[in-house]
């Protein structure tokens, strides 16, 4: 099956079986390997993009459904003030350690804080619930999150 959609701003024509997984699609014919793949069932994350600026679980969402779509990674994402604001404040809280995560918790505090530029703690936890992080017991996240929301006044 032909499948258009853009990605990172480019568009994109690729053919293959929809029913294959979208992180697969991504980290191996798109070389975006910044797209984690954890355990491949929707329980982790870690394979997180923005699919019309929603956070899906790439690894459990078909190729075929991306077709006519927008798509964000981790590598898209970098190019922008707000990736800057981010990447600024978790270094600041320590919220990255073996970064196994941190792409997807970068995407999750942006899909959030494009949706609600002043959330409290708990819309904060709420947002990354469908990211697991091994490393920080979470309020390191949850912490530079708060930060990126201080600095980035006005830039979401
Ligand atoms: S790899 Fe997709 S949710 Fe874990
Ligand atoms: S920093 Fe290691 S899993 Fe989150």
């Known amino acids: 099956m032909k499948i258009d959609f853009v990605l990172n701003g480019r568009d994109v024509s690729i053919d293959t079986v929809p029913l294959r997984s979208l992180v697969d699609v991504l980290r191996e014919d798109q070389n975006l390997t910044g797209v984690k793949k954890g355990c491949g069932e929707g329980e982790c994350g870690a394979c997180s993009v923005l699919v019309n600026g929603k956070l899906i679980n790439s690894c459990i969402f078909p190729a075929g459904a991306a077709h006519g779509t927008e798509i964000v990674t981790i590598e898209g994402f970098r190019e922008t003030n707000r990736y800057r604001v981010i990447e ?30 002043r959330p409290d703690d708990a819309a904060i936890r709420e947002a990354i619930s469908g990211n697991l992080c091994r490393c920080t017991g979470y309020n390191m996240i949850v912490d530079g999150i708060k930060i990126a929301v201080k600095k980035g006044k006005g830039i979401w």
């Open 88 to 117: 600024d404040a978790f270094a600041e809280a320590g919220s990255v350690q073996c970064g196994f995560c941190t792409p997807g918790m970068v995407l999750a505090a942006e899909a959030l804080l494009r949706e609600e530029p």
